[in-house]
Nanobody
Framework: QVQLVESGGGLVQAGGSLRLSCAAS????????MGWYRQSPGKQREWVAT???????NVADSVKGRFTISRDSAKNTAYLQMNSLKPEDTAVYYC????????WGQGTQVTVSS
């Protein structure tokens, strides 16, 4: 079983930056893919970015050029660096890990004020 704990959310003004972290514990050696999703009130959860165990990344078009996903395998932690934040980036951000099943973190709130 994999446990995921997100941190780093908060309130920031438009144009600002935040870095989210997702620490994996438990059967973390089985993880092949880690990613970030987000969900705004009244909307479906949407994919933001993923990174493979080999370091290959994919980022949604809506955040491309502003968000960067990275991974520190030694710390079993994935990061989402978010720059040039916009009010429409406001959401609860969830970490996902895939490996012997799909695992989710509890989410961390990101609020971007205009």
């Amino acid at each position: 079983q994999v446990q995921l704990v997100e941190s780093g959310g908060g309130l920031v003004q438009a144009g600002g930056s935040l870095r989210l972290s997702c620490a994996a514990s438990g059967s973390r050696f089985s993880i092949t893919l880690m990613g970030w999703y987000r969900q705004s009130p009244g909307k479906q959860r949407e994919w933001v970015a993923t990174i493979s165990s080999g370091g290959s990344t994919n980022v949604a078009d809506s955040v491309k050029g502003r968000f960067t996903i990275s991974r520190d395998s030694a710390k079993n932690t994935a990061y989402l660096q978010m720059n040039s934040l916009k009010p429409e980036d406001t959401a609860v951000y969830y970490c996902q890990a895939i490996g012997l099943g799909v695992h989710w973190g509890q989410g961390t709130q990101v609020t971007v004020s205009s």
